[in-house]
C-alpha cells in the first residue's frame, strides 16, 4: 500500500525494489521498515516511508547528532565550495544556509571574508554554538514559511546534504525559491545515486532511517525546473554532487530519471554476497557466546540488528565517538565513551561504514585487552 507519493512528481504509481529493516529505538519516533521504491512517471527512486513531518520534525530536534565538534563531517566544505563562491558571488553578497549541522561552513564563509552570512537549523544547540563564532543564527527549518521580509532577500541560499532527508522537498524547495532574488543562485549537495551500483559499502550507509530521497542529477533538474532554478554548474566529488541553479522566469524542460532504478537494483543485488558474510560472522559471535561492546550506535548497528543474529549476542554495552551521544540510552543501556573500554574484557564489535580501520587503530593506541572484531 502506498505511503507517501513521488517527492518529485507526485505520482501514485510506484515499483517496489526492495524492503529496508532497521531496529530504529523506540525514542526515535520513526518507522522500522520501508520500501525503496521506483515512481513509474519520473523515474524518482525514494523510500515509501510511513513517517509523518511531525515525526521527523521530532526526530531532527531532538535526536541530532550532527554538531559533534570531534567530527570532520563538514570541516572541507568551504575548500571544495571555494571555486564556486568566487565564480557566482562576491564578499558582499546576501547568503543563507539551511540546515547548518555542526556550523563549520558558516563559521569558514565568515572567516573569510563572506560576512553577510546567515545559518539556520532545527536545533538549539547547533543555532547556539554559531551565534557563539558571530554568525547570525536563527532556530526554524526549511519547511517554515519565509517571513515577508525574507523574501526575494538573498543571493544565495545552501542546502549541503539535506535533500536526501527531506519527506516534502517540493515544499522545502519552493521556500528556497521564494528566499532568493530574481537572479540569485542555490547551491546543494547530494549524494548521487545514480552512481553507486558498483559501490561496495554497506546497504546503511544509503538507505537508512534518515536518507529518504535517492536522487541524481536528471531527478534533481526535474524537481528545481518546476520552480523555475535553473541548473547552470555542477562539481562531483566522488558520488557526492554539488549543483548550482539560478532562480529565473524561465520554463525548464523535465527529464525522466534512466539511470538510478537501475544503478540501485545493481548496488543492492552485489550486497547479498556482502550481507551473507555479515550473517555469518555474527552467528560465530553468538556460537562462541563472546560477551561483546558494540562500537558505533548508527544506521549500521539498527541494521545489524533486525538483520542479523546481532541482538541475540551477549552485548554488554554500546560505545561511540560521537560525543553528543555519549551519555545517552539506547535500547536500555548507556552509551560510553570509548575510555569506557580501559578497564573491561570481552570483545570489542566495530560497526563502523566508512571508519572502522581508524576505529581499530584508535583502539590499539589505547593499549585496551578486548579482542577486536569489525563487522
Not at 296 to 306: D, R
Not at 336 to 344: F, G, I, M, S, W
Not at 354 to 366: A, G, N, P, R, V
Amino acid at each position: 500500500m502506498l505511503q507517501r507519493a513521488c517527492p518529485v512528481c507526485n505520482g501514485t504509481k510506484q515499483t517496489v525494489i526492495q524492503n529496508i529493516k532497521m531496529n530504529v529505538p523506540e525514542d526515535y519516533h520513526l518507522p522500522v521498515q520501508y520500501d525503496v521504491v521506483a515512481c513509474a512517471d519520473c523515474g524518482m527512486v525514494y523510500a515509501d516511508t510511513a513517517a509523518s513531518m511531525e515525526d521527523y520534525d521530532w526526530y531532527y530536534t531532538h535526536c541530532n547528532f550532527y554538531g559533534d565538534d570531534s567530527k570532520d563531517d563538514n570541516s572541507e566544505r568551504y575548500d571544495w565550495m571555494e571555486e564556486l563562491l568566487e565564480k557566482y558571488l562576491t564578499k558582499d553578497s546576501v547568503m543563507l544556509e539551511l540546515g547548518a549541522g555542526n556550523g563549520r561552513y558558516a563559521i569558514a564563509l565568515k572567516r573569510n571574508g563572506y560576512a553577510r552570512i546567515t545559518a539556520t537549523d532545527p536545533s538549539g544547540e547547533i543555532v547556539e554554538r554559531l551565534q557563539k563564532a558571530g554568525v547570525n543564527a536563527y532556530v526554524t527549518n526549511i519547511y517554515a514559511d519565509p517571513a515577508s521580509d525574507e523574501q526575494g532577500k538573498y543571493d544565495a541560499v545552501f542546502l549541503f546534504e539535506v535533500a536526501e532527508h527531506l519527506l516534502l522537498p517540493q515544499r522545502g524547495i519552493a521556500n528556497i525559491a521564494a528566499l532568493l532574488r530574481m537572479g540569485g543562485y542555490f547551491m546543494l549537495s547530494v549524494p548521487d545515486y545514480s552512481l553507486i551500483a558498483e559501490d561496495t559499502c554497506n546497504i546503511p550507509n544509503y538507505f537508512n532511517l534518515e536518507h529518504i530521497n535517492y536522487f541524481s542529477e536528471d531527478s534533481l533538474d526535474t524537481l528545481m525546473a518546476q520552480y523555475q532554478l535553473k541548473r547552470v554548474d555542477q562539481k562531483r566529488l566522488g558520488a557526492d554532487l554539488i549543483q548550482v541553479y539560478k532562480k529565473t522566469t524561465e520554463e525548464l524542460m523535465r527529464k525522466r530519471d534512466e539511470k538510478t532504478e537501475a544503478a540501485v537494483r545493481q548496488y543492492l543485488s552485489r550486497q547479498q554476497e556482502r550481507q551473507a558474510q555479515i550473517e555469518a560472522k555474527v552467528g560465530q559471535l553468538q556460537k562462541q557466546e563472546k560477551e561483546l561492546f558494540i562500537l558505533g550506535t548508527g544506521s549500521y548497528v539498527m541494521s545489524l540488528l533486525a538483520t542479523t543474529a546481532l541482538g541475540d549476542c551477549k552485548i554488554l554495552g554500546f560505545v561511540d565517538n560521537n560525543r553528543i551521544k555519549q551519555g545517552r540510552e539506547m535500547y536500555g543501556r548507556l552509551i560510553y565513551a570509548p575510555e569506557y573500554l580501559l578497564d573491561k574484557h570481552g570483545t570489542v564489535v566495530i560497526c563502523s561504514m566508512l571508519y572502522s580501520t581508524q576505529i581499530k587503530k584508535q583502539l590499539e593506541d589505547m593499549h585496551t585487552e578486548n579482542e577486536i572484531v569489525i563487522l
